[in-house]
């Protein structure tokens, strides 16, 4: 018997066979290969440039195309996530009042993502599911960076799975401090205007590196009106269809 396998919207195949169902995906071998996996697409900037609302778009523009799409999002809310949670608002127990040290942070971030990484990310990418993470690896390159060595947080991050594309949402720290000062009175260990101006350079800096090395980051002025935002970022997610 023959099989016709069409490609379908986001690189997944159907296989259309009389008497086999349609929806076939994970087990469909082409050539002894699966034929295709989602796509890794990761939101990323300082804190205030809208990594959250405009990865819950992009996610929802996906899935009005037609895609399968899981959003998630880093620290995540799993047992390693919540530590990070505490730490952030100096409520690590047995180090309340405390900030912690950027090598604890870097190991804690490393730690969760490789459980992110385990838990929800890869097992999604192999069921031919597209994801959407608001945070990944790039942060802790950004952010861990600027307390510790580049290299050694690299290292610490080299299993993770690396994304189909990056977008960065590229903000001045006055503006993006201004913008989440009117919702919080609290603020995280990198929330002041002199670590955000730090840590949105390193993001610059890091994004530079990572594109030579071949990774497909695509940068977005975060100041224009979110759905500016939200219009040139579905133009560059187009480009993965
Ligand atoms: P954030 O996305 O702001 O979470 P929430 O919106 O729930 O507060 O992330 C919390 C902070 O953690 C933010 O300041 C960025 C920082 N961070 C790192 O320093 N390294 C990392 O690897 C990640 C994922 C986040």
Redesign the pocket.
């Known amino acids: 018997m023959s099989a016709r396998i069409p490609r379908m919207r986001g690189g997944v195949f159907a296989c259309v066979v009389p008497g086999v169902p349609v929806d076939c995906r994970s087990e469909l071998w082409m050539d002894g290969a699966l034929m295709s996996e989602g796509k890794f697409i990761v939101f990323e900037g300082i804190?205030g440039s809208g990594?959250?609302t405009q990865s819950r778009f992009a996610a929802e523009w996906l899935r009005s195309e037609g895609l399968d799409v899981v959003e998630t999002?880093?620290?995540t809310d799993r047992a390693v996530g919540r530590l990070?949670?505490l730490a952030?608002s100096r409520q690590l127990p047995g180090r309340e009042g405390e900030e912690v040290e950027a090598e604890l942070?870097a190991l804690l971030?490393a730690a969760d993502?490789l459980d992110h990484m385990k838990g929800v990310i890869v097992p999604a990418l192999e069921r031919g599911r597209w994801v959407v993470s608001?945070?990944?690896?790039l942060?802790?390159f950004a952010?861990?960076s600027v307390g510790c060595e580049l290299d050694w947080v690299r290292a610490l991050n080299r299993h993770v799975r690396r994304a189909d594309l990056t977008v960065l949402l590229d903000l001045g720290a006055q503006t993006a401090y201004q913008r989440f000062s009117v919702e919080r009175k609290d603020h995280?260990v990198?929330?002041t205007v002199e670590k955000m101006a730090a840590i949105r350079a390193s993001y610059l800096r890091v994004a530079d590196i990572l594109e030579r090395e071949g990774e497909q980051i695509v940068r977005i002025d975060a100041s224009q009106a979110i759905d500016v935002v939200a219009a040139e970022v579905r133009d560059a997610l187009a480009g993965l269809l």
């Open positions: 804190d990594t959250t999002f880093e620290p990070i949670r952030l942070f971030f993502r608001d945070r990944c690896y942060s802790s952010y861990q995280d990198f929330e």
